[in-house]
């Protein structure tokens, strides 16, 4: 099934029921202001569309009681968040209830053909654990910046081979249905806004320090992205002239020295130089050390690790 809204009422209605789940017709037409007429008119069209469906007799109101309206309990998304160095893939229905969850290591910098073979293959094993038979949209999360009207990632940082490819285009074809691509840090900004911290608030901003540093900005209620999708994308400010080099080639950008990657380096040289016997120890057991180490060593204690966060 592909069918879309075909208007902003439309639109309006049915993130209305994503959103807040099953509700009466009556309750739908105070809050996009239609009248009853008019109410009806749009919610026939999206019956024809089979995006939502009827569900029971709602509560009197007093007067005539109102039918209540649900998404298809039928729809299903796929959602994928392309991370540094991982990879998740989740099933959801229309009203964004995760039904299946998958995640596998992979390192972005293998290119989109290997990242995306891999995600079609998560799509499938998902599908054949019977939680979805095919999907109705896919949004996909990307570590990078993305000119969000195409789909397509921009120069993105630290994705070596992923600058201008039509990801949108490619994975609507293989997955036969529409796709949407936007930065992984925007995606995460709008589900704290869908289901998070952001629920009450229109503007705020939604910073995520992983293997690097993204920040969503959020204005009014929407994504802010500037002209070429890279409004969030702090992580390569320079911070310190001169300073360590960074994964995107310059020197001294935020993420150089403040990510989860960079706390991972200051702790193995801390491990090292004999300043931590906790980190040392760790480095020892594993040959490496992540920034979830520093985090468990100064859980446990450990002066430098806390230091270092
Ligand atoms: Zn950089």
Redesign the pocket.
């Known amino acids: 099934m592909t069918a879309r809204p075909a208007n902003a009422h439309q639109g309006r209605l049915l993130r209305l029921l994503r959103d807040g789940g099953p509700n009466s017709r009556a309750q739908l037409g105070d809050l996009v202001d239609l009248s009853r007429s008019k109410l009806a008119v749009e919610v026939d069209r999206l019956l024809e569309t089979g995006l939502v469906v009827a569900d029971g007799l709602a509560a009197s109101r007093g007067g005539r009681r109102s039918h209540n309206l649900r998404l298809a309990p039928a729809l299903r998304f796929l959602g994928v968040d392309i991370g540094a160095t991982s990879i998740d893939v989740a099933v959801t229905n229309a009203e964004l209830e995760v039904l299946g969850h998958l995640n596998q290591p992979m390192d972005v910098s293998e290119g989109p053909v290997a990242v995306f073979e891999r995600v079609l293959a998560m799509a499938e094993k998902l599908k054949a654990s019977g939680v979805a038979e095919g999907f109705d949209g896919a949004g996909i999360g990307v570590p990078g910046p993305v000119r969000f009207p195409e789909g397509v990632p921009v120069a993105p940082?630290i994705m070596p081979g992923w600058d201008g490819f039509p990801v949108r285009e490619a994975l609507s074809q293989d997955l036969g249905c529409p796709v949407m691509v936007d930065n992984d840090v925007n995606l995460m900004a709008m589900g704290e806004q869908h289901a998070g911290v952001a629920r009450s608030v229109g503007d705020y901003l939604c910073v995520k320090i992983g293997t690097g540093i993204g920040c969503g900005i959020v204005i009014g209620g929407q994504v802010y992205r500037g002209t070429t999708g890279s409004a969030g994308d702090i992580?390569?400010i320079q911070v310190q002239p001169d300073g360590r080099a960074?994964?995107?080639?310059?020197l001294g950008?935020?993420?150089?020295h403040f990510s989860g990657a960079a706390l991972a380096r200051d702790a193995e040289d801390a491990a090292r130089s004999g300043r931590s016997a906790q980190l040392a120890a760790r480095l020892e057991a594993a040959g490496e050390l992540t920034a979830a180490d520093v985090s468990a060593a100064a859980a446990a204690g450990d002066t430098v690790a806390l230091e270092l966060i």
């Not at 950008?253 to 150089?256: F, G, I, R, T, V």
Request: aromatic content about 0%; hydrophobic content about 25%.
């Open positions: 940082p992580g390569h960074c994964a995107c080639g310059n950008c935020l993420e150089a």
